[in-house]
């Protein structure tokens, strides 16, 4: 498995991909070995079976590219492919969904639950969001509780604060009377 660590504002972040598209991103950690260690369990894989890749390719190159201009915020597409074969195929429509949430926009639980068709189902959807594997690409920090605390977040609950706060930001300044630049 082949990833980079790419150097952002906030600290380093951990990429990892295959043919089939991105396969982990991590949140900027302070050390490069703390994001090398955060993406190794994220892929459920020993540190040492993972391999650097120094010259990585086209697609890594732009990613952190915008990795960089997003935290210094600016507005970012992030489209990329994602490598979803880990996922069970409820999974797999919940954080596809999510891409669908504009910057400075959240839905709750309940309703992307009820954009995939299964309104009971927010808990299932918590799951599935707690399942990412690669944050800011499937903007799962845009999904919050009904009374809208900001819910759960991999155990950094001050990251989804921090990440919500500064698209807000930018979705504010971007937007000139309801029309996107």
């Not at 960089?68 to 969904?97: A, H, I, K």
């Not at 669908?100 to 009971?120: C, D, F, N, W």
């Not at 799951?127 to 155990?155: E, K, Q, W, Y």
């Amino acid at each position: 498995m082949k990833y980079k660590l790419v150097p952002v504002k906030a600290g380093w972040i951990g990429v990892s991909w295959s043919d089939r598209g991105l396969k982990a991103l991590t949140l900027p950690q302070k050390e490069p070995g703390e994001a090398a260690a955060v993406l190794a369990e994220y892929l459920k894989r020993n540190p040492k079976a993972l391999i650097q890749d120094d010259g990585a390719n086209k697609l890594i190159a732009e990613l952190a590219r915008e990795l960089n201009n997003y935290f210094e915020g600016q507005l970012c597409s992030f489209d990329y492919l994602v490598d979803l074969d880990w996922c069970t195929p409820f999974q797999r429509m919940v954080l596809q969904s999510i891409k669908s949430i504009p910057y400075g926009e959240t839905r709750t639980y309940k309703q992307v639950a009820e954009m995939i068709g299964h309104p009971l189902a927010s808990r299932a959807v918590g799951g599935a969001l707690r399942s990412n594997r690669v944050l800011l690409v499937l903007p799962c920090h845009r999904v919050i509780r009904r009374d809208g605390s900001p819910g759960g977040f991999g155990g950094q609950p001050q990251w989804k604060e921090k990440l919500l706060k500064m698209e807000k930001i930018m979705a504010v300044r971007y937007q000139i009377n309801d029309h996107w630049l």
